[in-house]
C-alpha cells in the first residue's frame, strides 16, 4: 500500500513561485506513476500533470504548460510540483495522486491513493 501526504501550499500573490511537496510511504512508490489534480469550489477536479514512475515521460495541463514542472525523487519517496507565474486561475486545492498506470491518465479514477490536499491560494 502506498500513503501519500501532500504539503506546500500557501496564500501568494499573482506572479510568485510555489512548489508542493508529496511525501509517499510504501516501497512500491517507486513503481507508481504519479499525479497532481486540483479543485477549485464548484468545479470538478482536473488534472494538472503527471510523471512515470522513472521519470521519463511526463504530461501537463495545458493550462499550466511552462509554468508547472512536475518532478521525483524515487530515493527520498517524494514527488513535487513546481508553480511558477502563479495566476489567480490556479486557486485550488491541490492533491498528490499515484497509480499503476502506463499511460499517465488524466482522469482521477486512474489513481488509486491520494493524498488529503493542499490549498493553494492566488490573489491579485
Known amino acids: 500500500q502506498v500513503q501519500l501526504v501532500d504539503t506546500g501550499g500557501g496564500l501568494v500573490q499573482a506572479g510568485e513561485s510555489l512548489r508542493l511537496s508529496c511525501a509517499a510511504s510504501?516501497?512500491?512508490?517507486?513503481?507508481?506513476?504519479m499525479a497532481w489534480f486540483r479543485q477549485a469550489p464548484g468545479k470538478e477536479r482536473e488534472f494538472v500533470a503527471a510523471?512515470?514512475?522513472?521519470?521519463?515521460?511526463?504530461s501537463y495541463a495545458d493550462s499550466v504548460k511552462g509554468r508547472f514542472g512536475i518532478s521525483r525523487d524515487n530515493a527520498k519517496n517524494m514527488v513535487y510540483l513546481h508553480m511558477n507565474n502563479l495566476k489567480p486561475d490556479d486557486t485550488a486545492v491541490y492533491y498528490c495522486?499515484?497509480?499503476?498506470?502506463?499511460?499517465?491518465?488524466?482522469?482521477?479514477?486512474?489513481?488509486?491513493?491520494w493524498g488529503q490536499g493542499t490549498q493553494v491560494t492566488v490573489s491579485s
Open positions: 510504501g516501497r512500491t512508490f517507486s513503481y507508481y506513476a
Open positions: 510523471i512515470h514512475w522513472n521519470g521519463v515521460s511526463r
Open positions: 495522486a499515484g497509480g499503476n498506470t502506463a499511460r499517465l491518465g488524466v482522469t482521477s479514477v486512474e489513481y488509486p491513493y
